[in-house]
């Protein structure tokens, strides 16, 4: 009986181990965590439009135009995987209704034309492309055929489906579907099913996510500039969001007491137009303007959807893969050295001061682990403490938003001479907040909470230098 009772009151004095912090109302699937941890991802925009210069084609194309000479979807994946990005979304048929694979249900594609005598397929190839290279796959079908004669009428409803159900069972698993709003002038009676669309989505492609300005998975920013809200929240109330006449601000911000999770992806094309144009070739966006865009997308809270448009060789052009090559080595160059790792880091409060919330969490470069403000909490101060003093340019705050979005406002303090000073601010920080100001050298850096939703939590935070961008 003594042996039992020592037994027992050794168990008894285990402290146990506190669980994870309580969610937030609305959070994250398991897939849209990831689908924003990839950060990201490229757009190519391809059709009979590279042929004929125009940015909208009308329907109206003869299939003989297109006839790249040197196509290799290949080379299109290895240029987004050498630029960092982790999927390929392909306009399988664009507003001209041609298609860039040999569907049963009209004539209007690779199929009629001299490519590959009309036994190619563009999706088919990307598709092997992408495995091989490590990407995922996503695919646009635009909703707009200004070919197909029953465009305006609810039978286009079927015959949509009938091209989504290709696209979805002939090419292995898809992991994005983007959808918008695109209508012309001869759709006045033209009513998109998109619950039915969605509904065949998700039977055909579980794991697939859904973009749209409504979602369901995934919504758009609200321009095409590529940027996000300085605040930028991941939940919005879709309800009433009509997609293609959607509030583009309200889309750009969120809504921090929004009843649905959709991460914004900002989408922009490396040129000025979407498809290929040979008078753009010295316009494409310089490394300096893909930065000023990363920081404003990857950086507020986004995804970054760039665009890159094959010319007419079928070829991502040399002097858009030139900028590409040059923006990802400023990326690199930058982030690489986190003079925060394993930093000492202190906090005028944890939860429960339990050791699984302690701020230590905030440099282990673990991003599973976290630090959590005391249940009746919503504002903090962490102090990370250098080794010695250092230069630096550039922070990282991230949140775990597998429980959630939080910190609503934010400020960044650091020790020069003895005295604290505000290097910058913020509103929300969400999966990744990345932060610019002016260079400093310090050896004490003060993250203040000053406001959130409940109380607050991060999981990660870094400092960078950046020499030059």
């Known amino acids: 009986?003594?042996?039992?009772?020592?037994?027992?009151?050794?168990?008894?004095?285990?402290?146990?181990?506190?669980?994870?912090?309580?969610?937030?109302?609305?959070?994250?699937?398991?897939?849209?965590?990831?689908?924003?941890?990839?950060?990201?991802?490229?757009?190519?925009?391809?059709?009979?439009?590279?042929?004929?210069?125009?940015?909208?084609?009308?329907?109206?194309?003869?299939?003989?135009?297109?006839?790249?000479?040197?196509?290799?979807?290949?080379?299109?994946?290895?240029?987004?995987?050498?630029?960092?990005?982790?999927?390929?979304?392909?306009?399988?048929?664009?507003?001209?209704?041609?298609?860039?694979?040999?569907?049963?249900?009209?004539?209007?594609?690779?199929?009629?034309?001299?490519?590959?005598?009309?036994?190619?397929?563009?999706?088919?190839?990307?598709?092997?492309?992408?495995?091989?290279?490590?990407?995922?796959?996503?695919?646009?079908?635009?909703?707009?055929?200004?070919?197909?004669?029953?465009?305006?009428?609810?039978?286009?409803?079927?015959?949509?489906?009938?091209?989504?159900?290709?696209?979805?069972?002939?090419?292995?698993?898809?992991s994005e579907v983007w959808m918008d709003g695109a209508r012309g002038e001869n759709a006045k009676d033209m009513v998109y099913d998109f619950p039915a669309w969605r509904s065949l989505i998700y039977r055909l492609q579980p794991k697939a996510l859904i973009f749209s300005d409504a979602g369901p998975d995934i919504r758009w920013i609200g321009n095409e500039r590529g940027y996000a809200g300085e605040t930028c929240w991941s939940t919005i109330n879709s309800d009433d969001i009509v997609i293609g006449k959607a509030d583009m601000a309200y889309l750009n911000t969120g809504d921090p007491h929004g009843r649905r999770w959709l991460t914004g992806e900002c989408d922009v094309s490396i040129r000025p137009g979407w498809f290929y144009h040979p008078r753009e070739d010295s316009l494409v966006k310089s490394p300096q303007q893909l930065i000023e865009i990363y920081y404003n997308s990857v950086g507020r809270n986004g995804v970054l959807l760039l665009n890159l448009p094959p010319d007419r060789r079928g070829l991502i052009h040399e002097n858009d893969i030139r900028s590409l090559k040059a923006f990802r080595k400023i990326i690199n160059n930058t982030f690489r050295k986190n003079l925060a790792l394993r930093q000492s880091v202190s906090a005028d409060h944890y939860r429960q001061q339990n050791p699984r919330f302690v701020p230590q969490h905030l440099t282990d470069g673990d991003n599973q682990t976290y630090w959590a403000a005391a249940d009746d909490k919503r504002q903090a101060t962490l102090t990370i403490s250098l080794n010695k003093p250092r230069v630096f340019n550039r922070i990282m705050l991230q949140e775990p938003i597998r429980f959630g979005q939080r910190v609503s406002a934010f400020h960044i303090d650091a020790e020069v001479d003895g005295q604290w000073i505000t290097i910058t601010r913020g509103t929300t920080i969400g999966y990744k907040r990345l932060l610019r100001f002016d260079t400093i050298k310090s050896g004490k850096v003060r993250i203040v909470i000053d406001d959130a939703l409940g109380p607050p939590a991060l999981s990660n935070a870094g400092l960078f230098y950046a020499t030059r961008e």
């Open 1 to 174: 009986m003594r042996t039992i009772t020592i037994l027992l009151a050794a168990v008894l004095s285990i402290p146990i181990m506190a669980q994870d912090i309580p969610p937030m109302p609305v959070v994250p699937t398991p897939e849209q965590i990831a689908y924003q941890e990839q950060e990201l991802i490229g757009f190519i925009h391809y059709t009979v439009n590279a042929f004929t210069d125009k940015e909208w084609g009308d329907g109206k194309e003869n299939p003989a135009i297109f006839n790249p000479s040197q196509l290799s979807t290949d080379q299109w994946a290895k240029v987004a995987r050498q630029a960092g990005m982790k999927q390929l979304i392909i306009t399988a048929k664009h507003h001209d209704g041609f298609c860039l694979w040999p569907s049963r249900f009209t004539d209007h594609s690779v199929k009629s034309s001299p490519w590959k005598n009309g036994q190619g397929d563009v999706v088919g190839n990307l598709a092997a492309s992408c495995r091989k290279n490590g990407l995922r796959l996503g695919v646009y079908l635009s909703p707009w055929d200004q070919h197909e004669p029953s465009y305006g009428s609810d039978s286009y409803n079927s015959f949509y489906m009938n091209q989504l159900e290709e696209l979805l069972t002939q090419y292995g698993e898809i």
